[in-house]
């Protein structure tokens, strides 16, 4: 045993990789070739059968797996935009323009200690940050992305998507009560009074959206929205959509709204005692929870995935890859190579005294972009879907920019004069927009 | 230097002073007994002709034979400032009328004297330490006060995890562990 | 230092009782602590303050905070989110400053000076330098004069730029520190060339300051001068008319002409209750009787008053400057002392203007090279004793506004 330790010491960290991984591939693919050709039959069956829940499986893995680079994303976003708005750079060092700063953000946050602190309730600590994630993750099932492009097309999505909302007070309750803490006490209470406070001014002013809709389902109000331009709700609804907004900031949370977590009042409110990766979760919540918001906006008053104006030229171009026949294996085979060299060629031919290998990799690299260019080109003239989902997330970040300009921009307001705002002007003006709203259709429909 | 505020000054409270007015520079210092603080504070307040209304500064001073509370006032009506000494506080039991009454923002300041002399304000609703910890003992700028480097002999010995001697021959059963109540 | 180690104990006061006083109960099984209440209460206050009634609970501001402008800690009596009452607890920076002085030699002790309103150095430097003239009874140069005016102008500028956006900063702006720094920046950058430290400058000695303008300063201060007056305040106005801001400051803390007076305040906040009281026209020093300027004042007396008064210096501030700069006359800039100082005995006091208030220094001094007593009186040590006049009856987010209103260094109430 202690010569094989000997020489297991002496390989290197790639020779462990290659001698690890490559016996495990060939078990794995064994496996997986065994498997297909004994249970394939009956797995096929079994899910032709089931679609629609193959599709819900799908679609939950997808948004789940969507979550996390989204709020990568946009928590980018937010430290390089406040940056710029503060005339200071922001991340710059971590990958090009500080790109992969979340990234590694994530890996901190999982590389920290795990405790809970002296006194605090271990299951209530701990199911916290889990409720809030969820609560956040769960509203992304009924935003519809782009055409037939949503999770499930519940005819309450509307009303569940509320109800999700409302369900991350509970966690942020539990998060500053379980903490033993004062500040996080008074960061929770302050927060569920916060969240409260604005969810019915929330809910009143989408109701006029879904008398004109017609329905509760999402998918159905941004399908209510898809004739022009002009259809969309913004135009019929103007202050129902400045309430949502400003009641939507309060409830992810943001500022001018963000006293649960006013840094530098209560330090950090409710997630106070939390670190590692269950701040992690508080935070990435949040900024999830914003996309969500966005994208909600977008698809209750701006249309959802419409775009606001018809391609000038024809969109739909057949193109099968599939009538190639052996003709697509040859060029999957050949294109790479030839692309590689070709793009490369400039690379080694620009710098003599670059190594050839190095011109490769930077071909490689440049052929990947171009691919990836084309194909994404190609996706977005055939499928619709690829359209609108184009077009929704350019809506939904321009929303996600506007709360990132509200946070550098802005200060804070006290929770007493948040609670008035909210009782006293938003409350009273939801429910005139709702009540002009409603006498508008009966004179229309008259 | 002003000769006029001088004079108001001898006319009115000559009775109080225990020495003469000194004049340097562009300041006016009187000398006046602990227990007639109050008095000679309230009439610099009150004399529509001295109106010596902001105090600027209330400092403690010892001098080694004896402690001193000092104040600084500014009136617009003299050029000068002026110095209030009450002098021959006994450096042992130093003891003075507070004026909290004429000034709130005394308070702070005398508390501050009580912290750094150990000077008792009578009269001073919130007289604690201040900067040192409620429980210290002794008294900084004492001119008979040790650094912690010696406080194992100085009079602040023994509260403080520094000042206490750490040499194994001086252990006491008290500098083992405390146990709790429940056990 | 004598030492005496059989000295009894001049003074029995009762060792606070929080270790051995078998009364208090430590929760062994939670080992936590609470914001111990001291047991019993010594003074009429702490039995006033400690004492809860129902609903109330007491939480801690500090030491430990984003938004205490150093190291502050304060006990809140709060019911829910309203504040009932408060009690400040000091000493966390405590360097003993006029202890050390009393054992230095009288340079020495200006360098010892700095660190205590750390923002604006120079100014706790000119009242010891200008103490220390009156015991050697030694003039200044002019030239050293203007100069002394002329940095000291450019720090208050800096100085009041960085209030101004730690002020917005504590409400949640995140923008206007940034902007207030770039100010901030500058000066201090142009201070370095002149003194050649960024902040804690040392530059004043007695007898005038310890080096003569040069050509980098000069340069520096001649591009940003003529930038400066529109930039400066557009730096510093990001904030004045947001809606949020203003409702967030107006009505706080608003003291009026009587109770401040009574509080021995000073400086902005004692002009922002509406009494002109400004130590460079009240207790004229230096050559600020050759200069002209107005003193700002406001009315109203809260927050927002005293936010828009520190602008209102601002501009006064660039006045100063200008004219120093026509005005400055040629000359020495270091009066002819003997390196080894022995002053007079005597006693001399001397307090300035700075951006916080009334800087004041008495000095003793017993005819040797070390002064007997140094005694530093700090503007933000009585506008901390206001809080609890101010406080009670608003919310804790309030606090955070009026700290930064009031705009206290602890470097300086510790001392």
Redesign the interface.
Known sequence: MTAMTRAWSRVSIVGKAILIGVPALIVVSIAAVVGLVILGPAALDFLAANLPLVRFVVAVTAILLMTVPSAFLIIYMEMKV?AL????IGPDRVGPYGSLLSVIHGLKVLMKEDFTP??ADPIVFTWAPVVVYMAAVFSLLVIPFAPGLFGQDLNVGLLYFFAMGGLTVVGLLMGGWSS?N??SL?GGL?SAAQVVSYEIPLTLSVVGVILLAGTMSVNGIVLAQSGSVLDWFIFKQPLAALIFFIAATAEANR??F??TE??????AGFATEYSGMRFGFFFFAEYVNVFIVSAIFVSLFFGGWTSPFDWPFPVALALDPGSLGIGLLLLLAVVPVVGTLVLGAPFWLARPDRPTWEALVLGFIAFNLVAVAVILGWAFISFDWAIGLAWFMLKTYLFVFTFVWM???????????LMGFAWKWLLPAALLNLFVTAAAIVVVAR | MDPALRRRLEGRLGDRMTGPVRQRHDETEIRIGPADVPEVLRALYDEPDLRFRYLADLAGVDTGTAMQVVYHLWSDTTPDWLRVIADGLDRDAPRVPSITFLWKGAEWMEREAFDMFGIVFEGNRDLRRIYMPPDYRSFPLRKDFFLPDDAARSPGAGIRQMERSHSPRDATSTTLVRRSKAG | MTTRPEAPLPFDIPAHPSNDDPRVTLEEQLGVWEAVPPFPPQTEREAEFYTLRDGEMLINIGPHHPSTHGVLRVVMKINGEQVVDLDPVLGYLHRGVEKIAENADYHQTISHLDPLEYVASLFCEWPAVIAYEKLLDCTVPRRAEYIRVLSGELLRISSHALALGFHALDLGGLTPILYSFIERDEIVEMLAALTGQRMLFNYFRIGGVNGDLNHEFMSRLGDWMSRAVGQVEANMTLLNENEIFVRRNRGLGTMDRETALRMCWSGPNLRATGVPFDLRRAHPYSVYPELDFDIPTREEGDALARFLLRIDEVKQSLRIIDQCLHQMPDGPVMAKLPRLLRPRPGRAFAAIESPRGEYGVYAISDGTDQPFRFRIHDPSFLHLQAFNLLMPGNLIADWMALNASLDPIMGGVDK
């Open positions: 406040i708005m503060n005339l200071r002296t006194g033993f004062k500040y008074l302050r500022t001018p963000d006293l006013a840094d530098s009042e209560i330090v946070r550098g921009t802005l200060p804070r307001v006290r929770i007493d004069q």
